[in-house]
């Protein structure tokens, strides 16, 4: 066991993606509890540099390219755990490396055959935070929340954009893949129904893949309610956007980077799953939410990452998914707030 005064310097990896570095940031926290005089680097593709650049765990965040061979460290916690990254741990002077481990056995299992060979949810979170058993460093569970920091010219940014004219809705309605898309017109038809039954605003968010999208849900939608829709996709940063989310009453989203950013702010989520499903650990962590899919269907999950098309051709999992009930639980939500 490696006791906390031996550690002085530490390296954190994970390289991607947003969600997946959104949610090491409570192992970051707790890390940082425990060892409140080490030093903390995070190692991360550039893009994604900006989540946890400004937070008070990390002392500096580095990318592959930009990491010193042969830097020194008593402590490397792989949480990407892949060729790469241990190839750039290779390069590193290590006193010990700990790494999270995928049990991509399991995901085989319920992707190929549908066998869940899990004992009860556990959350990718938890998962992280066994990379440190062995280590006298932490609690035996991390309960610490998942954790951004806008900046103030970032927050600046959000309220100079909203306001604080009545409640805001988010919809985050892209994803990477069109298996994990709920389709953009039933997003309409949520919005249609929410506009009419509270006095809320919508705030359309995501990435710049997503602009052309945000136009065509948009243009679904009656004259009467594109004036109370604002689509930043595209506009704002990855930060602006975290600002964003974090300033809004709810949010409606698929199984994207952007559920796990508004989970740091504790907001309530919508949460719509086609191909995925909770099993795999990626649930929204410390906050409130609730889940809409179609539980029962002998093709789900397809993959554990999501597909390009419905390998099926009926893309059940998504369009027996009514947008009505969804509609009436947000207006419950945003009406009680409002109450």
Sequence with gaps: MTEPGAIRRVLVVRLSAIGDIVLTTPVLSELHRALPDARIDYCTKAPFAPLV???????????????????????????????????????LRV????????????????????????DGYQSVVERYGEALDGLAVLAPKVTAPCSLY??????????????????VLAVCFGANH???????????????????????RVLLLGGKEDEPEAKKLIAMLPDTVRSRV???????????????????DAV????????????????????????????????PWGTEYELFETPGLSCRPCSHIGRSKCPKRHFRCMME???????????????????
């Design 95 to 118: 006193g010990k490396v700990t790494r999270y481990h995928k049990r991509n056995w399991k995901k085989l299992f319920l992707v190929q055959f549908k066998i869940n060979v899990s």
């Design 150 to 167: 806008p900046s103030p010219e970032d927050r600046a940014f959000a309220a100079d954009v909203l306001g604080a004219d009545g409640p």
């Design 178 to 200: 069109f298996t994990k898309r709920y389709p953009l017109e039933r997003f309409a038809r949520i919005i249609e129904i929410v506009t009419s039954e509270t006095p809320a």
């Design 252 to 283: 409606l989203t698929n199984d994207t980077g952007l559920m796990h950013i508004a989970s740091a702010f504790g907001k309530k989520l919508f949460v719509i799953f086609g191909s995925s499903v909770k099993e795999f650990g990626f649930m």
């Design 53 to 91: 650049a400004s937070n008070p765990a990390v002392s500096s965040v580095v990318t592959p390219e930009s990491l010193t061979p042969g830097a020194s460290y008593e402590l490397v916690v792989d949480l990407q755990n892949n060729r790469r990254s241990r190839a750039l741990v290779r390069k």
């Design 230 to 248: 604002l689509s930043l996709a595209g506009k704002a940063s990855l930060m602006q956007s975290a600002a964003l989310l974090s300033r809004v």
């Design 321 to 339: 998914i009514a947008p009505e009930p969804i509609a009436a639980r947000i207006v419950e939500t945003l009406n009680k707030n409002s109450a």
